[in-house]
């Protein structure tokens, strides 16, 4: 198995400019959500999906898009990039099962100018 | 919603030495505790984890206690050794669904 994979690994984006983090997991997993880690501030949770056509908001959901049409994909959509967003950027995934694992994928560097 | 504090935000020990790693949380319906490593430019990997109808867990050097009536829950570390040396985040599971972190331990063993 994969895992938790994500791409790409860097960007680097004007300001106002849009595009698709993408997040695949191969674990069969139904959970699967979207943090962003800020120095000093830990794992903010974005949006999350219990299930393929549900999503629900996080902490920070303001300008990020999700959308989940298959258990395995998970993509997060930056509408309009700013500043503000330039962050490290992970995806996770776990069962159904509030107390089992959440793994984690390599994670998204990305930069707005 | 939930909210978790995470202290000291670093902690030095020398090797050898035990390092303690605290968090209090907020929402006395969160159910399940995992604890965090994450090294440098690596993604965070779980270390151990409680549920909260458990006191105690150990994993050989690690062990985390959980006191539900003062919602607080810690991190202990025997034994500190350089490869221990990486970034400590507390998470607690509110609403059945959203895992919510702590800022994060910067630990530093020196050896």
């Known amino acids: 198995n994969a895992g938790v994979t994500q791409t790409p690994k860097f960007q680097v984006l004007k300001t106002g400019q849009s595009m698709t983090l993408q997040c695949a997991q191969d674990?069969?997993?139904?959970?699967m959500s979207w943090y962003r880690q800020d120095p000093g501030m830990g794992l903010r949770l974005i949006h999350y999906?219990?299930?393929?056509?549900?999503?629900d908001q996080g902490e920070v959901p303001n300008g990020y898009n999700v959308s989940r049409s298959t258990t395995e994909d998970f993509p997060l959509r930056l509408l309009s990039a700013a500043p503000s967003q330039t962050s490290v950027y992970f995806c996770?995934?776990?069962?159904?099962?509030?107390?089992?694992?959440?793994?984690f994928g390599p994670g998204t560097r990305l930069t707005v100018l | 919603g939930e909210n978790v504090e995470q202290h000291p935000s670093t902690l030095s020990v020398q090797e050898g030495d035990s390092a303690v790693i605290k968090c209090t949380y907020s929402?006395?319906?969160?159910?399940?505790f995992p604890w965090y490593k994450q090294e440098l430019g690596k993604r965070p990997q779980l270390i151990i984890d409680?549920?909260?109808?458990?006191g105690e867990k150990k994993d050989q050097r690690i062990a985390v206690t959980l006191n539900k009536t003062a919602k607080h829950f810690s991190l202990h570390i025997t034994e500190t050794q350089p490869e221990d040396s990486a970034v400590y985040f507390c998470a607690a599971c509110s609403d059945g669904n959203k895992l919510v972190f702590g800022a994060g331990t910067i630990l530093r063993v020196k050896s």
């Open positions: 929402d006395s319906a969160s159910n399940y």
């Open positions: 999906s219990v299930g393929a056509g549900i999503t």
């Open positions: 996770a995934s776990r069962t159904g099962y509030s107390t089992d694992t959440q793994y």
């Open positions: 409680i549920r909260s109808n458990v």
């Open positions: 674990m069969n997993h139904e959970y």
